[in-house]
């Protein structure tokens, strides 16, 4: 069975960590990928870029609505993902607008952190 | 450049949709993720099992539901395939995160 | 005596006014912008006590100066700001006399906004904040862009019009026509991004159909004499006339060939009609002029019951000739099935296939799925119709499209 798990990190906290820290950080998460990826369970992972590159497009009747920013509305839930390759983020967002489920909830933009 | 689009609807209102209603949405979802393979530029895509079935884990504790703090934000994700819940929770209390922050663990629709 | 509401009217009526005046001469309309958004909380300050002014915009435009002057003091460049903020001063006195209007610099400003050393991209949106005042947000809305990277880009572009030394000028005879063009190009961009809430049921958003007409009549009243403006004025006013034919009393997307013609507006086709046959009495035709004598000829059905699709061929003939667009070569290839019949349209449709541009424009997909259905070839329009759906990111002309990919199967059940 498929499962996916959704990390979440207090991010000033995580910028803001002692360069030591963060190194231990970097390698403890490389291990555990490389882990994962030995027991057979791995299929994907990504980390992704912080909440102030985020963007939320929303499209309910045609009125598209693209705001700076993470989701944050309390009545909606997350129910699937897409992760796409876009020459840029005008690109992703046009991709976002087209999703039917913009039309009915939010879809949060988020570039994947490059290595 | 990868970009993550995370697709969030309110789980309630999308179950009480009629089936007729529910049909077409699921057609227009299957037309676009054709279109972006088209494109070449679909890279991966998941529909997730509802909140219901999520559980979080923190530092050491399982809680049943989906994670629901203002004060972290989401980092980064991995999918997996294991046999059961007990496996992928597993997985998630070793994530060198779950200590500091919270690991949520979703069944993915397969 | 509602001071907000007044001065609320004011700032429509007149922020563009405001700010192409004070733009015009200090070239910075990022300074005006700051300077009069400060003047017009003053006046929300101090009318309330004082009274409305006799003359608002020569108040609004007095304090703006002196804020132009104190900012100028704060980077310490006084030099080069002195001279214009003092003949500013010299034109205000006169207009808080009474004694004459403030000029309207729109028209220059339009065409600062819409230099050829503007990227292409943000002429639009600097119109409509320079012009209409919208915020980067609502902008980046409308133009699917990040809010915050709008913002950038317009810091960037009128940053470019001060440093580059951008005129606010209306051009010469002999580059007019072009730089014309391009002013029409970026309301027409406004114009249709509007496009896609036809029913403006956001009471709350501005309407960028209606925006993108305000601009157009902006630019016809200032430049009577320039056929493509009245061409652009009259095309809007034409896709206008239709707004509420687009849609069925269940809010589902209607098609131009279904559409009821007694839903058009009849008033504004007569000006549209009014407008179209001024222009053309100016023997300059032009991409806006031939675009709108399209529309014309669809809502000649209103009159005759029929649609005049050799007519409409012609045209098209001739704006591919002068635009070579490839948006124009799939509407020349829709009005050719038209008269010569579903093959002959997709033979007109073939050559474009391999053009890139085309993979991701749903209208392409539409039109070819429409064609290949009424060719027979029921397979091949379900697949063109699902690469439409997949690209369409209007719910209603979605809805519609896959309307029509269920006919498709009512009428050759054993597709998959």
Redesign the interface.
Known sequence: MQYLLLIYTNEKAMLSAPKEAASQMMGAYAAYTEAMKNSGAWLASNRLRPTTEATTVRNPDGRKSVLNGPFAETKEQLAGFYLIEAPDLDGALSWAARCPGAAHGSIEVRPVWTV | MQVLLLMYQDEKAMQKLPREEYGKLHGAFMAYVDALKKARALVGNHGLRPTSEARTVRKDAVLDGPFAETKEQLAGYFLLEVPDMEAALGWAKRHPSAPYGAVEVRPVWT | MDVAATAEAVARASYGKLVAFLAARTRDVAAAEDALAEAFAAALAEWPAKGIPRTPEAWLLTVARRKLIDAARRRQTSVEAEPTLVLIADELVDAADGDAPIPDERLRLMFACAHPAIDAGVRAPLMLQAVLGFDA?AI???F??????MGQRLVRAKARIRDAGIPFRVPEAHELAERLDAVLEAIYAVFTEGW??PAG??PS?RNLAEEGIWLGRLIATLLPEAPEALGLLALMLHADARRHARRSAAGEFVPLAAQDPARWDRALIDEAEALLLRASAMRAPGRFQLEAAVQSAHAARRLTGKTDWSAIVQLYDALLAITGSVVVAINRAVAIAETRGAAAGLAELEPLADDARL??YQPYWAARAALLARAGNAAAAAAAY??A???????????FL?RE?LHLHDVQPDLT
């Open positions: 947000a980046g809305s409308a699917l862009v990040a809010p915050a990277t896609a809430d049921t956001q958003s993979a991701q699902q690469r759906i997949g690209l369409e990111s209007d719910p209603a002309l979605r809805a896959q990919l």
